[in-house]
């Protein structure tokens, strides 16, 4: 008797034991979908669902803690708006599918130019927002020329072999007292200099 019993209980523990890792992986396996969900929800939240770049919300959540991080230089921190040349004809002359896909090769574009130190977001629209940490303005101002050069070497044969995107460029200089959206108006402003002066350029001011 006492060995049927002994035998019932180790049995009984068995069974308890394979039920625990049964809960315990479902409790896991739950526990890695909400982490998932989750980083899912904040990708979509910072991330432009069209082009993949981050977003408005996210840059200037960015460009305002830049400038209140007390370890980083103001005079280091340029804002540069980019906005694609007669856009609106894009979309009225060959539809509006083809301007996503417009974005979307600038996009890929400006993805080779985004690193820790340059931060690059779908503003809005055919707009752009480039937030540069930088000590050379000449630096800044290269590599703004250069998206500017690459993108007009966007491939669009495959729609007309006339059509050619270029984008204008307004960027500003950050200084010791700057405010967000003081630098997002300057560069903005810029932008319409840049557009006015004949588009397919760079406008910078301090």
């Given at each position: 008797?006492?060995?049927?019993?002994?035998?019932?209980?180790?049995?009984?523990?068995?069974?308890?034991?394979?039920?625990?890792?049964?809960?315990?992986?479902?409790?896991?396996?739950?526990?890695?979908?909400?982490?998932?969900?989750s980083?899912?929800?904040?990708?979509?939240?910072?991330?432009?669902?069209?082009?993949?770049?981050?977003?408005?919300?996210?840059?200037?959540?960015?460009?305002?803690?830049?400038?209140?991080?007390?370890?980083?230089?103001?005079?280091?921190?340029?804002?540069?708006?980019?906005d694609?040349?007669?856009?609106?004809?894009?979309?009225?002359?060959?539809?509006?599918?083809?301007g996503?896909e417009?974005?979307?090769?600038?996009?890929?574009?400006?993805?080779?130019?985004?690193?820790?130190?340059?931060?690059?977001?779908?503003?809005?629209?055919?707009?752009?927002?480039?937030?540069?940490?930088?000590?050379?303005?000449?630096?800044?101002?290269?590599?703004?020329?250069?998206?500017?050069?690459?993108?007009?070497?966007?491939?669009?044969?495959?729609?007309?072999?006339?059509?050619?995107?270029?984008?204008?460029?307004?960027?500003?200089?950050?200084?010791?007292?700057?405010?967000?959206?003081?630098?997002?108006?300057?560069?903005?402003?810029?932008?319409?200099?840049?557009?006015?002066?004949?588009?397919?350029?760079?406008?910078f001011?301090?």
């Amino acid at each position: 008797m006492y060995i049927v019993v002994m035998m019932l209980v180790i049995f009984i523990m068995n069974q308890f034991a394979l039920m625990r890792n049964h809960l315990e992986s479902i409790v896991a396996e739950r526990t890695q979908k909400l982490k998932d969900k989750s980083k899912l929800l904040e990708y979509k939240t910072e991330h432009d669902d069209l082009t993949g770049l981050v977003n408005r919300h996210y840059i200037n959540k960015h460009i305002k803690g830049l400038l209140s991080n007390q370890n980083i230089d103001n005079n280091r921190i340029y804002i540069a708006f980019a906005d694609i040349d007669s856009f609106k004809k894009i979309n009225d002359d060959y539809s509006h599918d083809v301007g996503d896909e417009v974005l979307v090769q600038i996009a890929k574009v400006l993805q080779h130019f985004c690193n820790e130190r340059l931060i690059i977001a779908r503003f809005g629209g055919e707009e752009f927002l480039l937030c540069f940490v930088n000590d050379n303005i000449e630096s800044v101002v290269g590599i703004c020329n250069e998206i500017r050069e690459q993108i007009k070497t966007i491939d669009l044969n495959h729609i007309d072999t006339e059509l050619q995107i270029t984008i204008s460029v307004g960027l500003v200089k950050a200084h010791v007292d700057s405010l967000h959206k003081t630098l997002i108006s300057c560069a903005d402003d810029n932008l319409y200099k840049a557009k006015n002066n004949g588009k397919d350029q760079v406008i910078f001011s301090y």
